[in-house]
């Protein structure tokens, strides 16, 4: 959910060249244009957000014993049995809620 807003960047730019307005209905499109980041600097922010790592997906091994091993691979069977139910439930529906599929949720606490 982080993605779909912040992609836009005007929801959220990461700088910006001036300072933002003071006053309500004084700023213009080209004050904003101004105001926002170049392209380049947009370009590497999504890029940076694009970059996700899913629930339950660990690509660094932090753990090499036997009960810690055993309990991420319990909890992934349960993500994948829940996302299973989750897109049984979607799939009758006019309008999917997929944000907390943990097919398509990240391993963060942005979500």
């Given at each position: 959910m982080q993605y779909d807003?912040?992609?836009w960047m005007p929801n959220s730019?990461?700088?910006?060249?001036?300072?933002?307005p003071t006053k309500k209905g004084k700023a213009s499109e080209?004050?904003?244009?101004?105001t926002?980041?170049?392209?380049?600097?947009?370009?590497?922010?999504i890029s940076y957000l694009s970059h996700q790592?899913?629930?339950?997906?660990y690509p660094e091994e932090h753990f090499t014993?036997?009960?810690?091993?055993?309990?991420?691979?319990?909890?992934?069977?349960?993500?994948?049995?829940?996302?299973?139910?989750i897109k049984a439930r979607n799939s009758v529906l006019d309008?999917?809620?997929?944000?907390?599929?943990p097919d398509v949720t990240e391993n963060s606490v942005s979500i």
């Open positions: 807003f912040g992609a730019p990461v700088t910006l060249q001036l300072p933002p080209k004050s904003m244009i101004d926002f980041p170049n392209i380049q600097t947009t370009v590497h922010v790592i899913f629930l339950g997906q014993e036997e009960v810690p091993c055993q309990k991420i691979k319990d909890f992934q069977v349960e993500l994948k049995r829940l996302s299973a139910e309008l999917p809620y997929t944000y907390l599929d």
